[in-house]
């Protein structure tokens, strides 16, 4: 056990080089270390994913996709806020960006069902609107068209 | 002993320690509504000012097809939309065919210079009834034996076919900008229903995507969302 003696106190220093040379609480130290980064990383990420839903079920989508951006920035690989960033993409018309983006939640989680569910129902109502487009604008590209025509 | 007794207690602890952490991201979801926004078919940007011209009309014993277009488009348009629709007495199409018509753009130009519309608005409409009364098989239980029963009846019914198409035409160089088609279908048991009412419900009911050509809606679908 560790006694936090004075600066002054001879034979601290000693006591935690020796805990320190042992290689396995080196390693448990550092696994510690980086088990308390992701917990603080996966916090902040439930608080803006919470946060994001609730700000969607209220209606507030734009402010939605912006918790959703953030939860993503800590935690990048996350098919859940992957999927429920697509899902925001895709209500404020982003429909390009929210393919894309569920690509990536499907490679990070392919055995989802939801996640599979939400991209079937996207990928049928994307193929629709895009050939529409395709129709009424000849040989203009309608993926361009329709970022534009959705975006800012 | 006492270092093999608590190792797999201390090898527990560590990976508590370090899977703890993320054991709250196995959370649950929520199905939610979303509306995906959709474009206006018809490019309608600089247009201000809308005519409704007269129809191509099927024939029909008891209504004005033409007429009763006009007046439902007018009120739709004036009502959904904030495009300025022209009030004026429809203009009468010259007697052709749907698609000479379609091809007719110094009509289109004239009767759009002669009423300053940036738009204009005609179609060709059709509305067709039949009677298909007659014995139709129905299964019942009967009330006697509690069976089910097969028998025959009269019954009166009758069908209605709705087709509309409409032309929009720009009214600078009479160039047709669009066109579009819609069918609507309803078949009616019992008593003889209105015309004009069925007419009325089935055009009310094609109102919403006869809209999404001039103006931009959205598609009601829902998608899973991860609570955690």
Excluded at chain 1, 7 to 24: F, K, W, Y
Excluded at chain 2, 39 to 62: A, F, K, M, Q, W
């Amino acid at each position: 056990m560790l006694t936090f003696r004075s600066p002054a106190s001879p034979g601290r220093t000693p006591r935690i080089r020796g805990l320190l040379s042992c290689p396995r609480i080196l390693l448990a130290v550092a696994l510690l270390a980086l088990s308390l980064c992701a917990a603080q990383a996966g916090k902040e990420s439930r608080l803006q994913m919470r946060f994001g839903v609730d700000m969607a079920r209220r209606g507030s989508w734009k402010e939605a996709q912006y918790r959703f951006e953030r939860a993503l920035a800590v935690a990048p690989q996350d098919a859940r806020v992957l999927n429920n960033l697509a899902v925001a993409y895709e209500n404020n018309g982003h429909y390009a960006r929210a393919q894309q983006i569920y690509l990536q939640a499907l490679e990070h989680g392919p055995d989802n069902e939801k996640i599979r569910a939400n991209y079937e129902r996207f990928r049928i109502f994307y193929t629709d609107h895009l050939s529409s487009l395709q129709e009424q604008k000849g040989e203009e590209s309608p993926e361009a068209s329709d970022e534009d025509s959705q975006d800012g | 002993m006492t270092s093999t007794g608590r190792r797999p207690a201390a090898a527990g602890v560590w990976l508590a320690l370090v899977f703890l952490p993320w054991f709250p991201l196995v959370a649950g979801s929520v199905q939610v509504p979303i509306g995906l926004p959709l474009p206006s078919r018809l490019d309608v940007s600089g247009v201000r000012t809308i005519l409704i011209t007269h129809h191509v009309e099927g024939d029909h014993p008891h209504l004005e097809l033409s007429q009763e277009m006009v007046d439902l488009l007018r009120r739709t348009l004036e009502r959904e939309t904030d495009f300025e629709i022209l009030t004026v007495e429809p203009p009468n199409l010259p007697e052709q065919t749907v698609e000479d018509l379609l091809k007719n753009a110094e009509f289109w130009r004239s009767i759009g210079r002669r009423y300053g519309a940036d738009l204009i608005l005609s179609g060709e409409v059709l509305f067709d009834t039949e009677n298909r009364s007659g014995f139709v098989a129905e299964d019942y239980i009967s009330p006697v034996t509690g069976q089910r029963v097969r028998r025959t009846r009269y019954a009166e019914q009758e069908a209605f076919d709705l087709s509309l198409q409409v032309f929009f035409f720009s009214g600078e160089t009479g160039e047709l900008s669009y066109r579009d088609r819609f069918t609507e279908e309803a078949q009616i048991e019992g008593d003889p229903v209105d015309h004009l009412h069925m007419f009325y419900a089935m055009m009310n009911r094609l109102e919403p995507e006869f809209l999404g050509i001039l103006k931009p809606r959205k598609r009601q679908e829902t998608r899973y969302l991860f609570t955690d």
